[in-house]
């Protein structure tokens, strides 16, 4: 079993017996600015600082492959709770985030209506 990655209890694990993997990483930093009006001149800029990263990602989670989508939506949407997580993401300790959202899209469900297939996009801030 390989672990590609973790965020607080929830562990990314390629296996012979179960795949729940992240894709579609985007990490963003960006700077804050101060914005000064200036009468008759353009407004000045003045630096403030870095802003807090955002990372967002997508996890595909199909029953098919051995994790349950509606375990693994249960668990994700419990962290929703304010409370700071460690990051890493393959080898790449990136510190502690928060779990803004989660985007649930439930795709294919069984003959009791139970998700099958279900994609999760998960939208952190940096703490």
Known sequence: MAVTGMFGRV?????D??????RDVSIKKSARFAKHD????KPVLEYIGPESRTVSFSVQVH???????????QLL???????AYRLQLGPDYLGKFVLESVDESP???NGRGVPQFTELK???KEA
């Not at 017996?17 to 992240?22: G, K």
């Not at 200036?38 to 001149?41: A, E, F, G, S, T």
């Open 11 to 15: 562990g990314f694990i390629a296996s």
């Open 17 to 22: 017996s179960a795949v729940f993997t992240y």
């Open 38 to 41: 200036v009468l008759y001149r």
């Open 63 to 73: 029953a098919s492959l051995g994790v349950p989508p509606i375990l693994a939506t």
């Open 77 to 83: 949407r419990s962290m929703v709770d304010g409370k």
């Open 107 to 109: 795709r294919h469900h």
């Open 122 to 124: 998960l939208s952190l």
